[in-house]
C-alpha cells in the first residue's frame, strides 16, 4: 500500500486530530466493530500469533492480543499522510484546527529533524518534519505528551502559523 493517494479534504485530518477516530473507529475498536465502520476495502496482516494490522488506503489499525484465540486489544490507529501524492502541511493543518478552536500543543523536539505535537484531549501525536513542514504520519494514542520525555510543563505553546 506505498501508492501515492489523493489527499482527502482538511476535515478529512482536522476530524482525526480532533476525535482520534476515523470513520467512527478508534484505538478502541474491535476487528469486527471497525469493519463495520470503515468495511471490507482492507489489507489484513498478522505479524505473529498475537499482532493484527489492518491497512485501509491511509489509515493503518493494529491489534494485540495475549493468547491464541484471545480478544484483541486494541493499540493504535495512524494516518499515514506520507502516502498522499499531495503533501499535507503541518502549518495549514495548525491553521484549520485553531480556527475550528482545537489547535495543537508542540512538545520538545526529538533531536533528530521531526516536530511533535499533540491534541490531549484526543490523545492523536502528528509528526511533521522539520526541514518541510510535511506531515508524514498522525496517530492516535499518541506516544509522546507536552514537555520533556513526556512530563508537562508549566507553559506549552500553542503550535501557530
Given at each position: 500500500?506505498?501508492?501515492p493517494?489523493?489527499?482527502?479534504?482538511?476535515?478529512?485530518?482536522?476530524?482525526?486530530?480532533?476525535?482520534?477516530?476515523?470513520?467512527?473507529?478508534?484505538?478502541?475498536?474491535?476487528?469486527?466493530?471497525?469493519?463495520?465502520?470503515?468495511?471490507?476495502g482492507?489489507?489484513?496482516?498478522?505479524?505473529?500469533?498475537?499482532?493484527?494490522?489492518?491497512?485501509?488506503?491511509?489509515?493503518?489499525?493494529?491489534?494485540?492480543?495475549?493468547?491464541?484465540?484471545?480478544?484483541?486489544?486494541?493499540?493504535?490507529?495512524?494516518?499515514?499522510?506520507?502516502?498522499?501524492?499531495?503533501?499535507?502541511?503541518?502549518?495549514?493543518?495548525?491553521?484549520?484546527?485553531?480556527?475550528?478552536?482545537?489547535?495543537?500543543?508542540?512538545?520538545?523536539?526529538d533531536?533528530?529533524?521531526?516536530?511533535?505535537?499533540?491534541?490531549?484531549?484526543?490523545?492523536?501525536?502528528?509528526?511533521?518534519?522539520?526541514?518541510?513542514?510535511?506531515?508524514?504520519?498522525?496517530?492516535?494514542?499518541?506516544?509522546?505528551?507536552?514537555?520533556?520525555r513526556?512530563?508537562?510543563?508549566?507553559?506549552?505553546?500553542?503550535?501557530?502559523?
Amino acid at each position: 500500500m506505498s501508492m501515492p493517494h489523493r489527499a482527502p479534504g482538511m476535515e478529512f485530518f482536522t476530524d482525526f486530530v480532533v476525535t482520534g477516530a476515523v470513520g467512527g473507529a478508534d484505538a478502541t475498536s474491535t476487528p469486527a466493530e471497525v469493519t463495520g465502520l470503515l468495511g471490507g476495502g482492507f489489507v489484513e496482516s498478522l505479524t505473529g500469533p498475537g499482532q493484527l494490522l489492518r491497512c485501509y488506503d491511509l489509515v493503518e489499525l493494529a491489534w494485540q492480543r495475549v493468547t491464541a484465540g484471545g480478544p484483541w486489544q486494541g493499540l493504535y490507529v495512524t494516518v499515514q499522510a506520507h502516502r498522499l501524492d499531495a503533501p499535507l502541511s503541518v502549518d495549514g493543518l495548525c491553521a484549520a484546527l485553531d480556527r475550528t478552536g482545537f489547535p495543537l500543543v508542540e512538545v520538545a523536539p526529538d533531536g533528530v529533524g521531526c516536530r511533535r505535537l499533540v491534541r490531549a484531549d484526543s490523545r492523536v501525536g502528528v509528526l511533521a518534519d522539520e526541514a518541510t513542514g510535511q506531515v508524514p504520519q498522525m496517530t492516535a494514542p499518541a506516544w509522546f505528551a507536552p514537555g520533556p520525555r513526556g512530563r508537562a510543563r508549566a507553559v506549552v505553546p500553542e503550535c501557530r502559523t
